[in-house]
């Protein structure tokens, strides 16, 4: 079951030896949880997220959306067809000797994606090539961030913004913010030398979500003694 922002903060209360919150108000919790759930996204890329931007006939780019860390995917949709069309990525200095000359004016179907600016600023941006001749929808997947919770306690019923399970990667974070706010350095060592433990596990969890292998290669000895026959 999820773990509330409310039943987080009361398990870093306990294990702070804090249970009435006299030290470490429930408020600075919760500015602490939002903290830990920023990092753990950031550094692990556990939350995946897709959304769609259109694009107009001639509009080459469109912003992205702030809870962008990192783009997966891109697909292209022209108005009226059915069928998604994965684009490739290139890295714009890779991309110039592609178009050469005609970046903007060569209009058609798009076959390739980059992106200009940096996330969670107004000027991170997904760019294409060609240009749509045609109107259309770009299906783009990400790793986001995750979403801030209020600190007032309106928010204390719902659940931190992380795999379910993985919530009280949390926690060392918030007691870790807690010893060093206390200049209790020692401790502060301990518990972030905890939060890096946890959240190295959920990278290895993280990078897929199964356990079945992506592709089957053969080696070379497959199927050797069918020539012979």
């Not at 991309?95 to 060569?106: D, K």
């Not at 991170?124 to 979403?147: D, M, N, V």
């Not at 918030?174 to 972030?192: L, N, T």
């Amino acid at each position: 079951m999820p773990l509330s922002l409310g039943d987080l903060c009361l398990q870093a209360s306990a294990i702070l030896d804090d249970p009435r919150q006299d030290r470490f108000p429930l408020v600075q919790l919760r500015r602490w949880c939002n903290e830990a759930q920023r990092e753990v996204s950031r550094r692990s890329e556990c939350l995946r997220a897709s959304t769609t931007l259109a694009f107009t006939a001639g509009d080459q780019s469109n912003d992205l959306t702030s809870s962008v860390i990192r783009v997966s995917e891109v697909e292209w949709q022209p108005t009226g067809d059915t069928q998604w069309y994965p684009l490739q990525f290139r890295d714009h200095r890779a991309a110039r000797p592609i178009w050469g000359t005609h970046q903007e004016i060569t209009q058609g179907i798009p076959e390739l994606y980059w992106t200009q600016g940096y996330p969670g600023s107004t000027t991170f941006t997904l760019h294409l090539f060609p240009t749509p001749s045609t109107a259309g929808t770009a299906r783009i997947h990400y790793y986001r961030f995750s979403t801030d919770l209020s600190v007032t306690g309106s928010a204390d019923a719902t659940a931190i913004d992380l795999p379910a399970g993985w919530e009280d990667c949390c926690l060392p974070w918030i007691c870790y913010r807690a010893m060093q706010s206390a200049r209790e350095s020692s401790r502060a060592g301990e518990f972030k030398a905890e939060f890096d433990e946890r959240v190295g596990m959920l990278i290895e969890a993280s990078v897929r979500y199964v356990d079945e292998p992506g592709s089957m290669v053969m080696d070379d000895w497959y199927d050797i003694f069918d020539d012979m026959f």
